[in-house]
């Protein structure tokens, strides 16, 4: 999401502090959870900081690129939009598992597990970097 970064402002800085505060929950939800797999709240917890997660990276990405001179001015509108639906995925599906932890705990287990990985192997950005690479001389 960076790689596209020209400058920086103060706004941006305080995302991002806001984003890695989460990042720093991450250790105490998922030792929570591993004491407490079956039960809800607990699930819930490790969802909701997923979810504060999702969101931040969402209005990171969302303040990038809006008329703010912060990233490069060629980027492509379609990979904007593209990355945009991709980190809409988590705000989604985070509310949904912590209402699923209520009803079964194994598939809201399933929806942590999967989440992870439809981040990493549907991220617009490897691709179009990818593309990138192949067209420089």
């Not at 960076?2 to 991002?16: A, E, G």
């Not at 942590?112 to 990818?130: C, D, R």
């Amino acid at each position: 999401m960076f790689h596209f970064v020209l400058r920086v402002n103060r706004t941006l800085v305080w995302l991002n502090i806001l984003f890695l505060m989460g990042i720093a929950l991450v250790p105490f939800a998922a030792s929570v959870m591993g004491a407490y797999p079956r039960d809800p709240v607990d699930l819930s917890l490790y969802g909701g900081v997923l979810g504060l997660l999702a969101a931040l990276g969402y209005v990171i990405w969302w303040y990038l690129t809006g008329n703010r001179g912060l990233i490069e001015p060629g980027l492509d509108s379609e990979l904007v939009h593209k990355v945009r639906v991709w980190l809409s995925i988590g705000p989604v599906i985070t509310p949904v598992a912590i209402g699923v932890s209520f009803v079964s705990t194994t598939v809201a287990l399933l929806i942590y597990l999967v989440l992870p990985v439809v981040f990493i192997f549907f991220n617009p950005v490897s691709g179009y970097l990818e593309r990138l690479l192949e067209t420089e001389p």
